[in-house]
């Protein structure tokens, strides 16, 4: 192991002991030293999870999470510098961590808070205007080979448990009465500067995973219909347009 490996490892784990051959300007003691500079790493990407996770923390507290952050931070090194990408694999982790098994939606609600993040710091796209977009939908011919462009900041998720309902529930909104095992779709994008998080039918989650894949609109459609879905159409397109989803309609020959 190299001396720089060495140096990564101990830093991550408290229970590693002060690499060898380390000594201080000021003459002070390298172990104590380097004990305070452990702290402050291992506090520091606790914390950023925390900001990346705030749901999950409420969920269980902040004397659990800090304990199960500290425990994933010990094993996931920071491959980036920006801290917003750090904890990407957290949902993962807090899956297959046993303590955490009495809370068996944790995982997911920390799907859905890094779709969020993922969704902020997404590409910009500058959204087709309503109108525009409304006139070529009009035509159901149109609907043929056209391609439909989404914002790159939207994503989906689909969860054996209620995550939109659970999330919302620890926002500033009234809370509404809801069962925390029943499934739910979401819909996650950014709207101008607006994170947006939305519960939608297993018919829409489907219907615009499809369009996501880049199948064309009357293929996707077609789909919906083949597979007896409780898609909604046109409130779909409508959700889509109102919270300015389409960033493009285009024949699907001309896309690469």
């Given at each position: 192991?190299?001396?720089?490996?060495?140096?990564?490892?101990?830093?991550?784990?408290?229970?590693?002991?002060?690499?060898?051959?380390?000594?201080?300007?000021?003459?002070?003691?390298?172990?104590?030293?380097?004990?305070?500079?452990?702290?402050?790493?291992?506090?520091?990407?606790?914390?950023?999870?925390?900001?990346?996770?705030?749901?999950?923390?409420?969920?269980?507290?902040?004397?659990?999470?800090?304990?199960?952050?500290?425990?994933?931070?010990?094993?996931?090194?920071?491959r980036s510098p920006v801290m917003s990408?750090?904890?990407?694999?957290?949902?993962?982790?807090?899956?297959?961590?046993?303590?955490?098994?009495?809370?068996?939606?944790?995982?997911?609600?920390?799907?859905?808070?890094?779709?969020?993040?993922?969704?902020?710091?997404?590409?910009?796209?500058?959204?087709?205007?309503?109108?525009?977009?409304?006139?070529?939908?009009?035509?159901?011919?149109?609907?043929?080979?056209?391609?439909?462009?989404?914002?790159?900041?939207?994503?989906?998720?689909?969860?054996?448990?209620?995550?939109?309902?659970?999330?919302?529930?620890?926002?500033?909104?009234?809370?509404?009465?809801?069962?925390?095992?029943?499934?739910?779709?979401?819909?996650?994008?950014?709207?101008?500067?607006?994170?947006?998080?939305?519960?939608?039918?297993?018919?829409?989650?489907?219907?615009?995973?499809?369009?996501?894949?880049?199948?064309?609109?009357?293929?996707?459609?077609?789909?919906?219909?083949?597979?007896?879905?409780?898609?909604?159409?046109?409130?779909?397109?409508?959700?889509?347009?109102?919270?300015?989803?389409?960033?493009?309609?285009?024949?699907?020959?001309?896309?690469?």
């Amino acid at each position: 192991m190299s001396r720089y490996s060495e140096f990564a490892a101990a830093l991550l784990d408290p229970h590693k002991a002060c690499p060898q051959g380390l000594t201080c300007a000021t003459g002070a003691d390298p172990e104590s030293r380097f004990a305070v500079y452990r702290n402050n790493v291992l506090s520091s990407l606790i914390n950023a999870l925390a900001d990346n996770y705030p749901v999950v923390a409420q969920l269980v507290g902040e004397d659990f999470f800090r304990a199960m952050a500290g425990m994933y931070v010990q094993s996931a090194a920071p491959r980036s510098p920006v801290m917003s990408d750090y904890g990407a694999d957290f949902a993962g982790f807090i899956e297959h961590f046993e303590p955490a098994a009495n809370v068996p939606y944790l995982a997911d609600v920390a799907r859905l808070e890094r779709l969020q993040v993922q969704a902020w710091h997404a590409a910009d796209a500058r959204p087709m205007d309503a109108h525009q977009v409304m006139q070529v939908l009009s035509s159901p011919a149109s609907h043929d080979h056209l391609r439909v462009g989404l914002h790159p900041s939207l994503h989906l998720l689909q969860s054996p448990f209620a995550v939109v309902a659970i999330w919302a529930a620890h926002q500033q909104a009234p809370v509404v009465p809801f069962d925390p095992f029943s499934p739910q779709y979401a819909l996650v994008l950014r709207n101008d500067l607006e994170v947006e998080v939305f519960a939608i039918s297993p018919g829409t989650h489907d219907f615009i995973q499809d369009l996501l894949q880049g199948v064309s609109l009357s293929t996707a459609i077609d789909a919906s219909t083949g597979r007896d879905s409780d898609l909604e159409l046109e409130h779909t397109l409508a959700q889509l347009i109102s919270h300015r989803a389409i960033i493009h309609l285009l024949p699907e020959q001309v896309l690469p």
